[in-house]
């Protein structure tokens, strides 16, 4: 199947969260992306993440809610902390030549001397003496990854959690949903469910503002109640489908939940023909040649082959936490994992997805790069040996040599923690078991 | 340790008179009346989901007869072999050395002592129908066991009565429907005597009803097949009902639904695969036994369980995969020769469900 149908939207499509229109401080900025929906940005564009305090296995990292210091300083940390279990800390990090402090990486969003609190946004005092915005009680960055307004390298809400490090999370203004809907942000889109965490679902067979669900229908869908007092507000609406009876309507398209699903996050309901999930809005598709295939809990992302896509994701073990699932990191920790250290063993392992001279991409997320394949690192253009490869959020991605037929998932999880720590995760699109998690738990940060 | 030929030989005997059962039991198969049990029989069939999987280990007390020198060393103990020594290092000359070691192991010689489980018994199955000089006998009495993982595994805590993977493997079935098993027996006259029942296995889709202890299951509950996403672990095999026990014959290859949690969704291949179970109404209870394939089994265990959780029950991946392979007793690799899977057993327990099959109709997202 060809990587279209409800998993993206067309580049056509204008569908764009609305957000609540909160009060924020001079030089702050709310901007459209792709894949995360409204930010908050900078003047000059750059998204703004925060660091929230995370439980590893032997400690905690990150910025303490409300404590009014940022733990993203200075320092230049040298040795593994040895908060992953189970090897001990005192190990000298790679790179150390050109290793960074956390703040040149994610340099402070600074405010004014005399900047005064406006909505959850509050500042703290830097070591230097500096002040620095905070919102809801953490303080806020941008990432050095970030070059243009939109882009949100630094950091996503919609990948897995777990044992994955102490990552930085984009922040941004709350969806304009009323209390009874919620919006969960998947790789593929921001998909809208009941406050309870159950999809929500709209159907051909209605008509803007009416619904002609009714009788045998609604054995198998149940309309989303809206209070008594619930009244139309931007994109939202209330039909009377009896006396006394509301339903909320999305875009004018009134909402149910399916009664046959019983695993939150769900898209079981759109396999019946005219009704589809719901979301605020969804990722433009990855490149034209990828497909989507069945596999043993549901669709994942595919080459033109019907290989299965990877994401690699690391973190290191320094107190600051850095990336290391990107060309710019170091690339030890991925040639261990996937070859011992031996790169044309990597290759073989899990080998980059290359690009078809001049291919390119509508999504912003999906882009051709250059890679030394021997290195993992940037290269150039008619470098000797560099090819051209497919990133996901300019993180090269991956099949896997041990994937032998399409739908085969075999290096899901391959890598330190089950793949999250330092490994490869498959790009799921739909997993009908573990309630679209794709292996994030919902307490996971 | 048997020759890989004779494997070779007897797994493709057993098949051979598997099939030839099989020509003959369809040759005479009349409907026959019910006999005892047939009270919960429905349409001649009746339904069963695993509720409890522990790979067989036979424990004395104390492990003083199979584990006379102690449990192995785990990823913790090795490190510490290896890196304590006041020496700086960096993380790739340790950390990242045994992780690369860990997904990409070797048979090469190391300096850990590997303790592999002594004694001659165990539980299992006479896979190959034959009584070998390394075959054991069952606690029964039973000869020519064929249960070389448990050589493997015996000595290490994680896999022991009160070991982690036996306990979290299980909480993990139950709690996620992707990991469910069921199997289905049909043309059934009798659960007490029948010389020719069929064996499905499937995946289920649906939870399992446990009482208010939370330690039981309820008989009773229905289970959807997955026939979609499950494809794969579909098999069907032939089997006969023998005073109350089943017993199917080998089939070359059953795929199992195996995953645990942080998103993982494993599975194990076994090549040879049999069934021995205690039937009643309600439930079953007894093995599964086949070669499991070496190279899953060790991918399984890498994917599902990170180092950490290797540690827990001093597990050590490398080491392990060493073992599997000097000891891997069944399906030689045509062009190398060595051995590609090891003969095991798995004690399991089922609770009685009905199987509904799904309705057939075409899907928006198939399109």
Redesign the interface.
Known sequence: ?AAS??YWQSKDSTDAEAYVDVPMPPGIQVVQTELEGPVYATAEGKTIYTWPLGGL?NGNAGDRRNSGVSSCDDTIYKE?SGY?????P?????ELETRRSCEQLWPPVLAPADAKPVGKWTTIKRKNGQSQWAYDGYPVYTSDLDKKQGDVYGGTNAL?G??QGIVRRPIGPPPDVPPELAVVPFRTGRMLTTHKGFSVYVSDADENGKSNCTGRCLSDWDPVVAPQTAKAKGEWSVIERSPGIKQWAYRGKPLYTYVHEKKARA?TG????GWHNVYTQRALPPPAEFTVQ??????VLADKDGKTIYLYQCND?ALDQQTCDHPDSPQ??RL??????DPA?CQKTFPYVKASPGAKSDSSLWTVETIDPNTGKWAKPGDAGAIQVWTYRRRPVYTYGDDLKPGD??G???????????GF?AFWV?D???NN????APNDR | MKSNAVRMMSVAGSLLAASVTVALATASAQPAPLQEGAGVLKDRRIGYVMTHKYWAVYETDGAKTECPQGFNDGPREQFKKLYEDGKKRSIVEAQLKREGDQWHPTTAPEAFVFKEAQGNISYGLNLDGKVGPEDFTSPEGEKGIDNQLYRVIGCIGHYRTMGTINHFENLFMRSYDDTRIVIELTEVDSLQNDDSVVVSIYRGGDGLLQDATGEGFIPGGTQRIDTRWGKEYMSKMNGKIVDGVLITEPVDRVMLPWGVTFGTSGYHVFRGFQWKLKLDPEAAEGLMAGFVDVKAFNHHLNTSWSTHHHSYGQLSSPSQYKALMRLADGYPDPKTGQNTAISSAVKVKFTQVFVQQPEQKELVSKK
Do not use: H
């Open positions: 199947m149908g409800p296995r593994t992953m279990s189970p090897y001990p005192g190990f000298l990090l790679p897995s777990g044992a898209v759109s396999d019946n023909p069945d596999s043993r809990i549901g669709q073990d030890v920790y261990a994992i996937c070859g011992n250290f063993l998932a075999n899901d999880n391959y890598g330190e923690f089950n793949g999250q720590r330092n995760r739909r009908d078991y573990r998690n794709v292996g994030r």
